[in-house]
């Protein structure tokens, strides 16, 4: 079966959601993930980058 | 012949020409230098958004000139010509890659965006779906005033992967 090309969601004052078919690289070169759905911090403020772990709730975030 | 996608843009004193043909999407450009050279917008060259030299030292680094520069002084008639015609605006994101789904490529810059390229599609904030790309720079530092995309206000707002 083919795999279901890449999405990514962007979620209201939050992160990005990456799902189907995709690779994650630092930028080293170095793979991350490669299996979804993931989500990406697009606030600045994880503290656990470039993943999201909750630090945009109360910051006042909009984007 | 020329190839009909070729595009050039202009300020006072140079022009840049884009040949898609040649674009490997090496991502050099854009990576030091998305004011000017951002595939997220179109037009997405700007020759408005950074000085004269600066344009011409990340043009020169394009690995496969497909972005070159030339004096505008120096410029053919064909060439002048062209500056002035409007024409439908392609970009590095609309160009067809091969028809086979590979995966995503997706990096996480250092201090910087994250650039995704290959097949994906992206759905905006409103569940929308929006056109595929095949290039794209998504905005991590929460500074960007062009949301979701990255506009290179990370560098002015110093984001900094460490803090
Ligand atoms: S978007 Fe959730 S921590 Fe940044
Ligand atoms: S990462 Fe470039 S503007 Fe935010």
């Given at each position: 079966m ?11 004052n ?7 078919s ?9 793979l ?8 990406l ?23 | 012949?020329e190839?009909?996608?070729n ?26 230098l ?5 595939p ?9 958004a ?6 011409i030292e ?20 064909n060439e ?35 650039v ?14 929006l ?28 984001f900094?992967?460490?803090?």
């Amino acid at each position: 079966m083919k795999e279901k090309s890449a999405q990514f969601r962007v979620i209201e004052n939050k992160s990005l959601e990456v799902s189907g078919s995709f690779e994650i690289f630092n930028a080293k070169g170095e793979l991350l993930k490669s299996e979804g759905p993931i989500y990406l911090c697009r606030c600045g403020l994880s503290e656990n980058k470039p993943f999201c772990d909750g630090k945009h709730k109360n910051s006042g975030f909009t984007g | 012949m020329e190839d009909p996608r070729n595009r050039q843009y202009t300020n006072d004193e140079i022009t840049v020409f884009w040949k898609p043909a040649k674009c490997v999407h090496a991502t050099t450009c854009f990576r030091e230098l998305i004011e000017v050279f951002n595939p997220g917008r179109r037009p997405w060259v700007d020759m408005s958004a950074a000085s004269t030299q600066r344009i011409i030292e990340v043009t020169d680094k394009c690995p496969t000139d497909a972005i070159v520069w030339k004096y505008n002084k120096d410029l053919s008639e064909n060439e002048l010509q062209a500056s002035t015609s409007t024409s439908e605006e392609v970009n590095p994101e609309t160009l067809s890659t091969d028809p086979e789904t590979k995966p995503a490529k997706v990096t996480i810059m250092k201090d910087g965006p994250i650039v995704v390229e290959g097949e994906f599609k992206v759905i905006d904030s409103n569940g929308n779906e929006l056109k595929s790309m095949i290039m794209t720079s998504f905005c991590r530092c929460g500074g960007s005033h062009s949301m979701p995309y990255c506009d290179g206000r990370h560098r002015k707002i110093g984001f900094n992967d460490k803090k």
